[in-house]
């Protein structure tokens, strides 16, 4: 096993492309670390300059505490599973599997052995003498799964392997990929645009924009305490409510005014909006943050405002309500049970104590 350290490592392509700039990572031994973050962000390139597909332009690539940057990709000791397979058609699965063990000179033996065992572990073992084309979208997967175990490598490079399956095979597949993980305890940086992926599966998530890291750290602090507004709304679903606001104080009470509404900032979040009075802010607050006035015990008239249902969405478990509120339109998850019709007039409860503020403009968090 291996940690990976990455350290103001830059990549600018011909015409000055900056695919990634200054960044700096540490994957720490037996961590699940996802780049996540919407195409052209830099993960893929981030993933190929760890493996060497790519030449690092200027920075460093530290491998188990070796500098790798002019390593050749097969002395990295690394395993990368790609988003199409890469599966050789002509072969079986169990040759497949064997390769990159015949390339290395592996006796036949321990090919044999390590070919069984990964099968086993995939529940692929039926599989072995059958080539890719019989095999399903689940089933390749397994397969490029399993050539990359059968090298037992100090890190698993993954690029975006689950974007070609269905979304009920990727949801099996994101669980087994965790099960596999705790089983083996690699290393394991692994890429996607899917939140939700990233999410679920990842002890750490590094968030990618336009080259650039925007934030680093668990599922629970990106969701919670985002550093900035693109984090806040790519992380989530539905992504947060984002409201413009000016900061207001009345007889000591601080509050965000959209113009045809406000709201009371709560006493403990206070001291964060002084120095921002009569300034302009962005307001945000999750769907689940926001509740229909029915169905909630405790109403503060100064956190409640009318609303116009625009549209319903009912997603079985649970109902997505889009809202105007003010000159926004704001979404609301509520109960699979509503009632409410289009055009319906409603009142809305803010939880402020879950509310988030940004500047208006470097898009950093205030609260």
């Known amino acids: 096993?291996?940690?990976?350290?990455?350290?103001?490592?830059?990549?600018?392509?011909?015409?000055?492309?900056?695919?990634?700039k200054d960044l700096n990572l540490e994957v720490k031994d037996k961590e699940f670390c996802v780049l996540v973050g919407p195409s052209?962000?830099?993960?893929?390139?981030?993933?190929?300059?760890?493996?060497?597909?790519?030449?690092v332009t200027s920075g460093e690539i530290y491998i188990d505490g070796r500098l790798v940057n002019d390593v050749h990709p097969k002395d990295r000791d690394i395993a990368m599973v790609f988003q199409n397979y890469a599966l050789y058609p002509h072969m079986t699965v169990y040759e497949n599997m064997a390769f990159a063990l015949k390339l290395r000179k592996f006796s036949k033996k321990e090919i044999?052995?390590?070919v069984h065992e990964a099968a086993a572990l995939l529940g692929?073992?039926?599989?072995?003498?059958?080539?890719?084309?019989?095999l399903s979208g689940g089933q390749r997967q397994r397969v490029a799964l399993g050539r990359a175990i059968v090298r037992k490598p100090k890190v698993f490079l993954f690029d975006e392997p689950l974007s070609n399956l269905d979304a009920k095979l990727r949801v099996q597949m994101r669980a087994e990929?965790?099960?596999?993980?705790?089983?083996?305890?690699?290393?394991?940086?692994?890429v996607t645009h899917d939140q939700i992926e990233a999410m679920t599966m990842g002890d750490k998530i590094c968030v990618m924009r336009d080259g650039i890291v925007q934030q680093i750290d668990t599922p629970i602090n990106l969701y919670k305490k985002p550093q900035n507004k693109f984090v806040a709304g790519f992380i989530g679903t539905p992504p947060m409510n984002f409201i413009t606001c000016t900061i207001i104080e009345e007889n000591g009470k601080y509050y965000v005014n959209e113009g045809k509404f406000r709201l009371k900032i709560p006493a403990g979040l206070q001291e964060y909006v002084k120095e921002y009075v009569d300034k302009k802010v962005i307001f945000g607050i999750r769907a689940e943050d926001i509740s229909d006035r029915l169905y909630t015990s405790i109403v503060d008239p100064e956190t409640t405002i009318p609303a116009k249902v625009e549209v319903v969405e009912p997603l079985g478990n649970e109902t997505y309500l889009h809202l105007t509120a003010g000159s926004h339109i704001v979404v609301v998850r509520s109960f699979s049970e509503t009632q409410l019709k289009i055009g319906q007039e409603i009142e809305i409860v803010f939880n402020m104590e879950n509310m988030h503020l940004f500047e208006i403009d470097t898009e950093k968090a205030i609260i």
């Open 177 to 190: 990929l965790k099960k596999l993980h705790e089983r083996l305890q690699n290393t394991i940086i692994y």
């Open 40 to 55: 052209g962000c830099g993960k893929t390139t981030t993933l190929r300059l760890i493996a060497g597909l790519e030449e």
């Open 124 to 134: 692929i073992e039926h599989l072995l003498d059958r080539k890719p084309k019989v």
């Open 1 to 20: 096993m291996a940690n990976v350290v990455l350290k103001d490592v830059v990549k600018i392509y011909p015409k000055n492309v900056i695919a990634v």
């Open 112 to 114: 044999d052995k390590r």
